[in-house]
Structures are given as C-alpha cells and as structure tokens.
C-alpha cells in the first residue's frame, strides 16, 4: 500500500480540543474497550437528562440489545427544556433559511413553546405513546418541530425525504400503520415548487390507517383538504395551550424508524430507541464535530436521511447548539448559495457529504472564493468514501488548510458515527475515515470472521453492541437477525468492506452487497429492478452500478422488452420517469440499455459481475438505446469459467 499523506491538527486546535491528542483518545478507547458499563454510565450521566436512573447500563441478548436499561427519559426535554433554565434560553437553536431566501431564528424558548404547541395539536387528535407518524414535510421548521413534538409524547415518527414518490411514500406509511401524516402543502427547490400535499393525497388513497392529516403552510399554493381527514396546522395550533409536559418514557421507547434500502425489493425499517440513541449521539457531537459553546454548526444534509435526524436535529440541539437549517439546493441561484450562507451566519462546522464537494469543485474555485469563509474551523464529510483529491481541495480552497477534516463512516443502522477522526487528536489520512471511535469495536475480516492482515480487503464488522445501535427491523426481527448479526454469528455485519493499514486506519471500499450509493442515498439493485419490471413493457432488468465522477456511482439499467413492446426507442425516458414514479427522481437510472436477453448462468442466476464489467470498462460499446445481444457475451463466459 503506498504511503498517504497525513496531515496534523495545529497545536492551536488541539490545544482548545475535547480530545487533544492520540494518547488521550486511547486512553479513552482503552476506558470504554475494559469497562464498558462505566464508561457508557459515565458519558450518560454528563451529557442527558433522566427523569430515573438506570438498573443497569446494557443487556445483550444476541443479536437484541437494551441500553440504559429501566431508565426514564425523554429526548424532546433533553433538547429543550432542559436549556431554559440555562444562558441558552435566547441562544438561537435553528437558524433557518428558506431556497426563496426568506429566514428564520428560533431561540431555545421559542422552539420549545412551538414544540409544545404542536404536541397538544397531536394530542388533541386524539395520538399518544406507542402510536406511529409519518412526516413528509420540506425542511422548514416545522420538521423538527414535528419530529420534537412527537418524540415529546412518546410517538415514533418516520421522516420520510421530500424527494419520495406517492408509492414510496405508500409503502411506509402502510408498513408503519401510520395514524398520522405530517406534511405540508410544498417546499422550493431550485425555484420550483415541489407539491407535497399533492404527493401525498395520492399516496393516502390507498392507507386506511391514517385518519388525520395535519398540512402545514409553506408556499401558499392552493392545495385541495379532504374533508374530515386533513387540517391545517396554523388552525389546529390556534386553540391549544402553549403548555405540555414531556412524557416520562423508558429508555427503549421507539423514537424513529427510518426506511432504507436493503438487498431485496423491500425498503427495511431500521428502529431506533431513545436513550442510548441519545448518549452516544451527544457524544460524538463532541468528539467528532469538538462542538464548543459559540458555534455556529451546519450540516447541509436533508433531514429525511439518518444524517439529518442525528446531527441536523437531535445532536446539536441535545447538546445546546445553534443548527442551520437551509430549504433548498446548495447552487441555486448561483454556484455559491452554499458559500454566501457560511458567510452570512458565521459557520464555523461545516459537514456535508463528497457527491456535495465534488459538484463544487466541477463549479469551479472562483466561486468559493468570491466569500468570506474565515468563520470555518472544522469540515466534515459523511455518506460515502471521499475521493482523497476532492478531499484536498475541501481542506485547500474552503478549508484553506486551516480547518481539520472529519470523515464520518456510519450507517442509518449504526445511528451515530463510528469511525472518525477526533479532530484535535488524531492526524488524517485523505481518503480514510481513520479509527473507530471510542465504544466501537471494528474489525476487517474474512468471510469465516477471521480478522485479515493490515493492508488486505475484507468485511467491515462490529463485534460489540453499542448504544446507538438500531434495535430491530419494524415488524421483522427474523430478518434483522439473520441479515446482520448470524452471518459472522455475534458480530454486526456492515455490508461495507474495508481495510486497515499499518497504523491501523480504516479505509472504506464501498458495499459488498446488492446496495449502490448514489450522491450518498442508498439504493438497492433489487428494489430499483422490481421497480422497472412493475412496467407493462418490461420482461426482465438487472441494474448495477458504475463509476461517476461527480454523484460516486451512477444506475445502469438493462432491461429486456415483452414481445411486443417495441424497440425501445422511446421507452427510455418513460422508464426512467417511471423509476421516478415508483420510487422518486433522485433513484432514476442514468441510462437504461435494452438488451435481447440479460447475461445468465447455467443456473440462471443473472451474471451481475459481468454487466458491471461491461459498464465499468465499456467493453460492449454502443449506443444506449441500441438492443445489445449480451446472450453471446453470456455463452462466451461460462465457457470461460468452465474451462478455467
Ligand atoms: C457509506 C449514511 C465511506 C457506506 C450516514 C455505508 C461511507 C453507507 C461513509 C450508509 C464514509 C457512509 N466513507 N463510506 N465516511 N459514510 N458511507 O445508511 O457504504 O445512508 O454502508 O448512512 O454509506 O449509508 P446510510
């Protein structure tokens, strides 16, 4: 492996460190590797409010863990209410800025009392502990209200990103048997208007469940309210009390479930409790982000994604931070939206992810250059693996080789980040997410669960329970056992593979399993192709992915025709339309190619393997819409393997 380069935090941002320096952190490591139960016992007590302690720190029933176990607690009050006996009361907890350009500073006090608000609003509909919401909503305000004011009750939300079909969105809300759904009438973005209501209406249709639907008001557009079923949340909002205590729950009440892509067809809902979910978020706010009292902290994620949930809403404001919001697209108007916004607020924490960074880039350096980005301290990047140039240009050109980098590998399983540098303490590599934090125990192993030699490819594994950790699949505990704890027995299964050098750094190589990450949203093979043969034209599809400059990897789709159903011709923009359809634009494939017959296996199993050569090296050139005879190339290769 050859040598990277390694680059020291200065002694001025260590000095001012929560960790300063690499014998701390493995003092710290070493702490929570020996005595976990007081390690984590210690960090709950220090960062979280609990209305009761705690009979004992952790059980673990493989593969099912509690943390933090008969504690009472509640995250809505830990973000809240616990800052208003504090100087932070005025503090402003969201700065908001809408695509339009309009704004909006809510201080502790006032989000508390919004939150509130919006909790009898919910509760005079009749909700309470133990039910399920479903919030669809643009990021405004009124997301993390929604989400606090569900969590203040004991009601498991799920965030469901704006950028989801009404299929999609069907799906969830009849997998979780939602009561309610949040929405609002639309959001911005890139000047347009995006219609939620619309979406959802179309969605609902078909969800007996639901039997209230709170809208809330965004862009002013007409949008049609189903009498019985919908309210508007400024009416709802005017009649309750500004007063409402938040519930006293158990530490392992559900907090949220979060649908992502797994490896068949079916979106998984990962389940995530409250109090360990809590401990470790606010502390990696502080080892990870070293978050101090006068920051001005953002994170230009959506807060549909599990990035959004953790260190949008729940880790900065549980730990009394200032959190900007922004509505809409990084470059829109111009290139430099995403520049203007650190230097109108004064970021200091800028973390995004590197499809973000590399569009940047493509824009051009006059852009970021064209601001005051002195403000900055410290830069993250989080969603899939940093190609080490986009990672220098971060650090020279917003950075200004000033700011350390953060490069967070987590998962929506994981709940909060797990490998990361802490940036005071230890030096960065480009291109690796550096040491697993402390608590994590990670491993690079074979497929028996043997850990591989420094420098060897293999699986990324946790073998130790952690309190973020997602506690289950909704409704599926089966699957959640077998897919990530049987596989290596004990161990949590990543689906990433990696491998660690000589220092012992870890370097993220990307999924092993069918899960491709686009523009760092994950997206399943199986799910995108059961999408496309849901259309009446479509015989068969296998979809893999390749290589893209900008987005990481981008979908290639082959797709075989019923008889009859043309030549193709003009099939390809209504089959990407359609992915958009059945599952939302972000997931439609950048070419389709319709072939005569998919590359199969004596067996019949789709060779895979062999379409990601083609589109990785081209080595089947042709026009995109041209019918490719890949049965030949099929033969040509079991002949291959049979006679090796
Ligand atoms: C990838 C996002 C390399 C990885 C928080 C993982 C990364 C998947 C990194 C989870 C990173 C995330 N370096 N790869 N720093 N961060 N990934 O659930 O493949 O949307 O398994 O969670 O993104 O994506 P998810």
Redesign the pocket.
Known sequence: MKASKRYHPSREFSQKAHVRSMGAYRKLYQQALDTPEEFWGAQAEREIHWFQKWSHVFEWNPPFAKWFVGAKTNISYNCLDRHLSTWRKNRAAIIWEGEPGDQQVLTYQELHRRVCRFANVLKGLGLKAGDTSIIYMPMIPALPIAMLACARLGIAHSVVFGGFSAEALKTRIQDLEAKVVITADGGWRRGREIHLKATADEALADCPTVKDVVVCRRTGHEVAMHAGRDHWWHELEQSVSEVCEAEVLDSETPLFVLY?SGTTGKPKGIVHTTGGYMVEVACTMKWVFDLREEDTYWCAADIG???GHSYIVYGPLMEGATTVIYEGAPDYPQPDRIWRIIEKYKVNILYTSPTAIRAFIKNGEQWPRKHDLSSLRLLG??????NPAAWEWYHKVIGHERCPIV???????TGSIM??PMPGAIPTKPGS?TVPLPGIVADVVDLDGNTVEPGKEGFLIIRRAWPAMFRTLYRDPQRYGDQYWRRIPGNYL???AARRDKDGYFW?L??VDD?M?VS???LSTMELESALVRHPAVAEAAVVARPHEITGQAVVAFVTLKHGGGDGKDLVEELRSWVGHEIGSFAKPEQIRFVESLPKTRSGKIMRRLLREIVTTDKVAGDITTLEDLSVISRLSSQQEEES
Not at 407 to 413: G, K, L, Y
């Open positions: 992502t994604w599990v990035t990047s989080v969603g899939e693996p940093i490069d967070t590998w987590w998962q929506t399983e490998i990361s997410a990543t689906g990433d993220i990307g999924r899960v990450n760092g949203h994950r």
